[in-house]
């Protein structure tokens, strides 16, 4: 018998134990910064040191975190689990890879800078300004590497490859407010695979779930993989 196929989504939910704020909870992100000012190419263009500063913070926040027991969890069920177990992130921190595990991040990463003249991508300094040139082209248009609203998150072919070949599909600690990541659930589904939401409350998705357990993810994840 093969082992079965797991695609683990993550959210906000799952670093919030390691100091890291959520977008949508009570004194959230999104509570202190508009998206539209920081969380857009338009707001780039309009104020790069805001958006600089805005990430900067966030960089240094994750620069301090430490993974907690559901990174490590995941980390262990991917070491651990006799088929594939892929995550999916949305989150930009690096908490899954410091727990030891791999995840692929659909809305790019703190620790990297693009070019948006010329595509080079490098390590981010801790502290990104406008006037870092790039080493490649030399253009002073460095942005954090990550994917904003309105712009086409990263690897979603090979993330609907996953979706779609699954046998157990989990989101852990994400609101289901934003697409496409909001839509894995119904897609893995369509493809038969069963489907558990693993969250403190319930999401704007919880009706689509097979199965759910609530709690906080640093209780419920390890609880689920052993
Ligand atoms: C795209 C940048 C086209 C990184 C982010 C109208 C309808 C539907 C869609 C749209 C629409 N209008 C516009 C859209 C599209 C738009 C969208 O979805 N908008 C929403 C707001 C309606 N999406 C886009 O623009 C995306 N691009 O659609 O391109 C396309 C797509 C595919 C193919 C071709 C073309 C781009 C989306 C990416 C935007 N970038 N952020 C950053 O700054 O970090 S999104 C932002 O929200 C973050 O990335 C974050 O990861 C993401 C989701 O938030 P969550 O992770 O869920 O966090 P949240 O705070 O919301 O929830 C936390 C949850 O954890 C809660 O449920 C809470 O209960 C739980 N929790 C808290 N603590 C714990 C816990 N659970 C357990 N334990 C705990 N301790």
Redesign the pocket.
């Known amino acids: 018998m093969v082992a079965s196929k797991i695609v683990i989504l993550t ?4 670093s ?2 390691s100091g890291l704020g ?4 009570n004194g ?3 509570d202190r910064h508009r ?1 539209e000012d920081v ?1 857009t190419p338009e707001a780039f263009a309009r104020d790069p040191d805001l958006v600089h500063s805005f ?1 900067n913070t ?1 960089r240094a926040q994750a620069a301090q975190a430490e993974p907690n027991p ?1 990174h490590f969890a995941l980390a262990w069920l991917q070491a651990d689990w006799p088929g594939e177990v892929v995550i999916v992130t ?3 921190d690096w908490l899954h890879e410091k727990a030891g595990g791999t995840a692929i991040h659909m ?2 990463e703190l620790s990297r800078a693009l070019c948006a003249n010329c595509g080079h991508r490098s390590p981010a300094p801790l502290v990104m300004t406008p006037a870092d040139p790039c080493r490649a082209c030399g253009a002073r248009a460095t942005r954090p590497d ?8 990263y690897r ?1 072919e090979e993330i609907a490859d996953h979706l779609h070949s699954c046998d157990l599909f989990v989101a ?11 839509g894995f659930v119904t897609e893995a589904a369509y493809a038969g695979a069963r489907t558990l939401e ?4 319930d ?1 704007e998705t919880s009706a689509a779930f097979d199965d759910h357990r609530v ?4 209780q ?1 994840v390890p609880a689920w993989v052993t």
């Open positions: 959210g906000a939910g799952i919030a134990e959520t977008f949508r909870d959230g992100l999104w998206i969380a990430y966030r559901a949305q989150n930009v809305h790019g990550i994917v904003w609203f309105g712009e086409i998150p979603m852990i600690g994400t609101s289901g407010q934003v697409y496409p990541a909001a693993i969250n403190m409350t999401s709690g906080l993810a640093s419920t």
